[in-house]
């Protein structure tokens, strides 16, 4: 049944029947004609964020605790330049959004009109795909399938630019029987031959190991729970990138920890030595591999991914498998199951004694100190603090991301958000805002660094203005402290301007914005500020001041290969664990 | 002096490149030129020739023809990036599917007089191209062939007083009987 309506209309009509509840928005003059739809309804609720950064942060931390794509709605011209950056992160990190951004009249477009910029233009690199409507007759179906090609296949943002005067005209909207676009369809199905030809090969495997990322989690909860019954039906162990963190639980006994750049020394040495790779959802990303021609010598690899053009891009694969990992993962299941395959028994005791030997060197380990505050620790205790809640991580960049993956234990999927491709300083609070309005009831903690946080810092108002009590735990070193860390391994510790200088009071700064500011200095009062942090129903940040010096490891110096990793200085000091294999300086080259 | 230390990993890899003709079937829609041509800068890929016309008017479909330069495993990522596009249906390494028939076309202008006008005559008629335009003093030729073929006639007419060339770039197809649309 068609129903005559204005453009405008139509947008708010299309998200309600995309099942859209939140989106998350800032008005300007292109887009009020919508602003005034959304002033006539309550289907739809809009969420007033400080900065269009914030609100692309925010639908990507809406979407990706939620497993529902996210929606935006910016101005033209500043509005939409301003969402640039949160449409290239949700880009690098395959994250389902539909952003709408207004235009100028139609008629205008080209001459330099006020507010004016070439918006398909600009964001056609960072988008998956993008639309500029120029008729009132395409409008109900570019709203629809802008959902469908953010959801399907590799997720990414779409962008919908909608010119005001199409906003303003009437027209007939039926809601497609189909989202579908005409001919865009990714392959989900696996093709069968290889993914017998992958059993098989993990069957007679000697040394295996999973290697799983962001695409079990994009594929959905169900693939995580098919991923574990694989791996646990292979015994096999597993890695996950910074991406995958959750789909498999931590506290498994096969699980290794992350890889890559900052991940465990078992991990990345398993990865080293392995026989058979078997990466499902990940795609060589080159903080995983470090130098490629080093990259697991001796590995014959299966790739499992949705976009042919992550297979065989850096690394070459010897079986890809193109298709969605739910899918995959359930042909390989039955089929390991069907043919009754048995790992191989003995080689794999013998694979699990080596990883042993590995793991127990500890690599993360770390002298704790009863004076400062060790970040590694402070993320211990939070983690301790909070594991028997139900609690989402969202995180700034630095190191205080990486000992938040390497130090908080994830047992679900879409618990931990993060900006892994893109980097972004300034993703943890919006997102935390994001990831707050889909879980009501969840604690929702931002693990952020000093200098981070005041990239995206307005957004404790939006917190504040729809009661979202999201907590801000900031790991306060004082240092762009990653930035910080390269300087001591590039640079000769020069510290160009990685020093935090004048920084706010971001306890003052909490009250001044309504919530709550809490400080801690003292290890012995770590405990007891967490714990009131959790308690108070308000928005909190948390000012944790740690240890200034730390350094994040282990690590792969950059251009190294996964058996070349540093560990941490004080493990040498202590010899307990690594003892005669690290040398002086403390940095180890196995 | 600044140490040349970065945290990337160098570049290891040194493979020999070929040259690729390229044909990509595309929804003919505002902006996918744009798509293309930025996936190719964007991503530093070699593009030597394309060309672009719709070829089928009702359904709104174009066909572009790319010629391009890369190792194997670039080329291989170039029909991926390319396919991820959302108005991109299919794309087909012509020079994969065995020897494509391959033709550009190519018109010239020539100016001179005397010994230089008879030898650009004589020139047009071993190549066989077709004369589209004659004053006193001038020459419009029309030449058809592949991309050698016209490199060859543009060179010789340099000599004889050439002052403009416009090209089509590549249009080709795959030889036998099966069709690709
Ligand atoms: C300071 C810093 C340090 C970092 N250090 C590390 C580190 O030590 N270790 C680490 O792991 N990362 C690290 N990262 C993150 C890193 O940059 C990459 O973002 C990350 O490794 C990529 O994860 P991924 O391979 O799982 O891919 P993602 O970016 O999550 O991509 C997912 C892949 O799965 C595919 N896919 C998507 N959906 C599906 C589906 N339904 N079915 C099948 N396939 C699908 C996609 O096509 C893609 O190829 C760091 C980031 C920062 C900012
Ligand atoms: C928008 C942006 N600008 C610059 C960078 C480069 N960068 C990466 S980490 C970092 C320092 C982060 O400092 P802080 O938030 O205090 O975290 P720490 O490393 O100290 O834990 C910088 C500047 C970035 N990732 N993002
Ligand atoms: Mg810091």
Redesign the interface.
């Known amino acids: 049944m068609s129903e005559t309506m204005t453009g405008a209309e139509m947008v708010i009509r299309a998200l309600h029947d995309q099942g859209v509840e939140h989106i998350f928005g800032y008005p300007g003059g292109a887009v009020l004609p919508i602003y005034d739809a959304l002033f006539h309804q309550d289907k739809v609720q809009h969420v007033l964020v400080r900065h269009e950064q914030g609100a692309v942060h925010a639908a990507e931390g809406y979407a990706r605790s939620s497993g529902k794509p996210g929606v935006v709605l910016v101005t033209s011209g500043p509005g939409a330049t301003n969402a640039i950056t949160g449409l290239a992160d949700a880009m690098m990190d395959s994250i389902p959004l539909v952003c709408i951004t207004g235009q100028v009249p139609t008629h205008l477009i080209g001459t330099d009109a006020f507010q004016e910029c070439d918006t398909v233009g600009i964001t056609r690199h960072c988008t998956k795909h993008n639309y500029l409507v120029k008729s009132i007759e395409d409008l109900p179906r570019v709203l629809h399938e802008a959902f469908y090609v953010a959801q399907n296949g590799r997720p990414g943002p779409v962008v919908v630019d909608l010119p005001k005067d199409i906003q303003f005209k009437t027209g007939s909207y039926v809601r497609p029987l189909s989202n579908q676009h005409k001919t865009y369809r990714p392959t989900v199905k696996g093709d069968m031959e290889h993914i017998r030809a992958a059993v098989e090969l993990m069957a007679n495997a000697k040394r295996p190991v999973f290697y799983t990322g962001g695409g079990v989690v994009n594929s959905g909860p169900h693939a995580a729970t098919l991923l574990r019954e694989l791996v646990r039906l292979t015994g096999f162990p597993i890695t996950s990138t910074l991406m995958g963190l959750g789909a498999y639980p931590a506290s498994d006994t096969q699980w290794l920890g992350m890889l890559g750049m900052h991940g465990t020394y078992e991990a990345n040495l398993a990865m080293h030595e392995c026989d058979v790779m078997i990466n499902i959802g990940a795609r060589f990303d080159d903080r995983i591999t470090g130098r490629l021609d080093a990259f697991s010598p001796f590995s014959k690899r299966i790739h499992v991914d949705i976009d042919p053009s992550s297979i065989n891009k850096t690394v070459k694969v010897d079986i890809p498998i193109v298709g969605d990992c739910a899918h995959v993962l359930e042909d390989m299941v039955r089929l390991w199951r069907q043919n009754a395959h048995q790992a191989d028994k003995v080689a794999l005791k013998d694979w699990w004694g080596k990883i042993e030997g590995w793991r127990a060197r500890n690599c993360l380990g770390f002298r704790n100190s009863n004076e400062t505050i060790k970040p590694q620790y402070a993320i211990q205790r939070l983690y301790e603090l909070t594991k028997d809640r139900k609690t989402y991580i969202t995180t700034e960049v630095g190191q205080h991301q990486m000992w938040a993956a390497q130090y908080f234990k994830f047992e679900e999927p879409n618990r931990w958000m993060t900006s892994g491709g893109h980097g972004t300083m300034g993703y943890g609070l919006p997102a935390a805002v994001g990831a707050q309005l889909a879980h009501p009831d969840a604690l929702v903690i931002d693990i952020a660094g000093e200098a981070s946080i005041q990239m995206m810092l307005q957004e404790m108002s939006t917190a504040l203005q729809y009661n979202l009590p999201i907590k801000v735990f900031i790991l306060n070193n004082e240092y762009m402290g990653m930035v910080r860390q390269w300087q001591e391994l590039l640079h000769g510790g020069r510290y160009s301007h990685s020093y935090s200088e004048s920084l706010p009071d971001f306890v003052k700064l909490a009250e001044a914005y309504g919530g709550v500011g809490i400080r801690c200095d003292k290890p012995g009062d770590l405990d007891a500020k967490i714990l009131e942090m959790i308690n108070v129903n308000r928005p909190v940040i948390f000012d944790c001041l740690v240890d200034k010096a730390e350094n994040c490891f282990p690590m792969i110096p950059s251009g190294k290969a996964h058996n070349e990793m540093l560990l941490n200085d004080y493990l040498g000091e202590t010899g307990a664990d690594i003892g005669s294999v690290i040398d002086e300086k403390g940095k180890m080259l196995v | 002096m600044?140490?040349m230390?970065?945290?990337?990993?160098?570049a290891?890899?040194v493979e020999t490149s070929h040259r690729h003709t390229l044909a990509i079937i595309v929804?003919n829609e505002?902006?996918v030129l744009?798509?293309i041509a930025?996936l190719f800068s964007?991503r530093g890929y070699n593009i030597e020739s394309l060309t672009v016309t719709e070829t089928e008017h009702e359904a709104h479909i174009s066909r572009i023809t790319i010629v391009t330069n890369g190792t194997d495993?670039i080329i291989?990522?170039i029909r991926?990036?390319l396919?991820?596009?959302?108005?991109v249906?299919r794309v087909v390494d012509l020079t994969l599917t065995g020897e494509a028939v391959e033709r550009e076309l190519c018109l010239v202008k020539v100016v001179g007089k005397g010994d230089h006008r008879v030898e650009a005559m004589r020139l047009a008629s071993a190549f066989g191209a077709r004369t589209l335009d004659a004053t006193l003093t001038s020459f419009v030729y029309e030449l058809t062939g592949t991309t050698d073929e016209v490199e060859r006639f543009i060179k010789l007419m340099t000599a004889v007083g050439l002052v403009e060339v416009s090209r089509t770039g590549v249009a080709a197809m795959a030889r036998g009987a099966e069709g690709i649309r």
């Open positions: 600044l140490q230390k970065t945290h990337y990993p160098d290891t890899r929804d505002p902006g744009a798509r930025g964007g495993s291989q990522q991926s990036q396919e991820r596009l959302v108005p249906h």
